[in-house]
């Protein structure tokens, strides 16, 4: 993971374009969005650092490389459940490098310091949904 940095969004609106095109190929389907367009909005919603949600992105030498965020809610019907790490994503060519680890401590780091108890490694109280997509993921982030 040499020279990845780990940023907030909102100080790198930039890669809001190439993010959402990527986000949208990749969940379209799932979420029905219908175009980047959509998306774009979504991300200019997570924008903050002191409120949720918030979102962040992995780069470097001005590359995209992935993102991640906290949200309020992630689970329609289940607004009990919050907050959630929500929207993990890295792209094709930049997986198998910890750019997804790091960006989901990011997150756990961000719950912590907002009095939000993450019990690491397993986000106790961050809610994660996990379909068959991420379940690979997530397992490599259990040690």
């Known amino acids: 993971m040499d020279g990845v940095r780990i940023s907030y ?26 175009t980047p367009e959509a998306r774009i909005k ?26 991640a965020a906290i949200r309020v809610h992630d689970l329609e019907g289940r607004e009990d459940l919050t907050p959630w790490l929500a929207g993990v994503f890295v792209g094709s060519q930049f997986r198998r490098r910890g750019i997804s680890a790091a ?10 310091s907002q009095g939000i108890e993450t019990r690491p490694p397993k986000f106790t109280d961050v809610h994660v949904q996990v379909n068959a997509i991420f379940l690979g993921l997530f397992r490599c982030l259990d040690p």
């Not at 890669?15 to 389907?29: G, K, S």
């Open 9 to 34: 969004l909102i100080d790198h609106p930039e890669y809001i374009p190439q993010l959402a095109q990527w986000l949208f190929e990749q969940w379209d389907a799932i979420l029905g969005e219908g």
């Open 42 to 67: 979504k991300l200019n919603a997570h924008m903050n650092r002191g409120k949720l949600p918030i979102a962040w992105i992995g780069h470097a030498n001005g590359q995209l490389m992935g993102t």
């Open 103 to 112: 960006l989901c401590a990011t997150v756990e780091g961000a719950a912590r």
